[in-house]
T-cell receptor
Framework: GQSLEQPSEVTAVEGAIVQINCTYQTSGFYGLSWYQQHDGGAPTFLSYNALDGLEETGRFSSFLSRSDSYGYLLLQELQMKDSASYFCAVDNAGNNRKLIWGLGTSLAVNP | NAGVTQTPKFQVLKTGQSMTLQCAQDMNHNSMYWYRQDPGMGLRLIYYSASEGTTDKGEVPNGYNVSRLNKREFSLRLESAAPSQTSVYFC??????????????FGQGTRLTVV
C-alpha cells in the first residue's frame, strides 16, 4: 500500500523552532510537498522538494532525503499565526499525477 | 484572481436528497480534484480529472459522480445523500511546479451536513 506518516500533534512556543517529520512509502515518487491549513480554511501550498536537500522560503524550510523516504518541514521564529495543520503530500509518479496525502500535524504555538 | 471557486459554502441535506457541488478554476489547469476532509483526517480523494472529458476514481468514490464539463469546471454530484457523507468538500486544481512536481490550489470548501 501507499502511506505517509507524520506526527498528529506538535506544541511549541513563540519564537521557537519546530520540525515536522514525514516518512512515506509510495509506489512512485516525483517529490514531496507541504501544505498549511488553518482551522476552517483551505490548504495552501508551502513548499516542494524534488531533489535531496534543503529548500528555504523565508521562515519555512523543507528537507528531503529520497534514499530514506523522509522529509521534514522546519518552521523558525514561530508566530501565533503559524498555529495550523501541516500536511505532507507525495507527488505520485503515476500517469495521473495524483497527490497522496498524510493525515496532517496539528501545530499549536503558545505564547 | 479568483483561483478556484466552489459553491455552495454551506449545505444541509436530508438523507436521500441529491445535490451538485460546483467548482470552477480560472488558472487554465488541466488537473482538477474533489476531496473530502473529515475531522482529524487528512484529505481523501474522491475523484480526479486529468483533462477535459476524463475522470478517474480516487480512494472514496462510492456515492458520488463527477462531470468535467470543460477545462474550467468540475462538478461533484451526490445522488442520494447519506449521513456518512457529512464532511467538508474541497475542490482543487493543479499545475506543474516546473521541476516535475504538482502544486495544488484549493477552493474554500463546502461544509455539507446530511441529516
Amino acid at each position: 500500500g501507499q502511506s505517509l506518516e507524520q506526527p498528529s500533534e506538535v506544541t511549541a512556543v513563540e519564537g521557537a523552532i519546530v520540525q515536522i517529520n514525514c516518512t512515506y512509502q509510495t509506489s512512485g515518487f516525483y517529490g514531496l510537498s507541504w501544505y498549511q491549513q488553518h482551522d476552517g480554511g483551505a490548504p495552501t501550498f508551502l513548499s516542494y522538494n524534488a531533489l535531496d536537500g534543503l529548500e528555504e522560503t523565508g521562515r519555512f524550510s523543507s528537507f528531503l532525503s529520497r534514499s530514506d523516504s523522509y522529509g521534514y518541514l522546519l518552521l523558525q521564529e514561530l508566530q501565533m499565526k503559524d498555529s495550523a495543520s501541516y500536511f505532507c503530500a507525495v507527488d505520485n509518479a503515476g500517469n495521473n499525477r495524483k497527490l497522496i496525502w498524510g493525515l496532517g500535524t496539528s501545530l499549536a504555538v503558545n505564547p | 484572481n479568483a483561483g478556484v471557486t466552489q459553491t455552495p459554502k454551506f449545505q444541509v441535506l436530508k438523507t436521500g436528497q441529491s445535490m451538485t457541488l460546483q467548482c470552477a478554476q480560472d488558472m487554465n489547469h488541466n488537473s482538477m480534484y474533489w476531496y473530502r476532509q473529515d475531522p482529524g483526517m487528512g484529505l481523501r480523494l474522491i475523484y480526479y480529472s486529468a483533462s477535459e472529458g476524463t475522470t478517474d476514481k480516487g480512494e472514496v468514490p462510492n456515492g458520488y459522480n463527477v462531470s468535467r464539463l470543460n477545462k474550467r469546471e468540475f462538478s461533484l454530484r451526490l445522488e442520494s445523500a447519506a449521513p456518512s457523507q457529512t464532511s467538508v468538500y474541497f475542490c482543487a486544481s493543479s499545475e506543474s511546479t516546473g521541476t516535475g512536481g504538482t502544486e495544488a490550489f484549493f477552493g474554500q470548501g463546502t461544509r455539507l451536513t446530511v441529516v
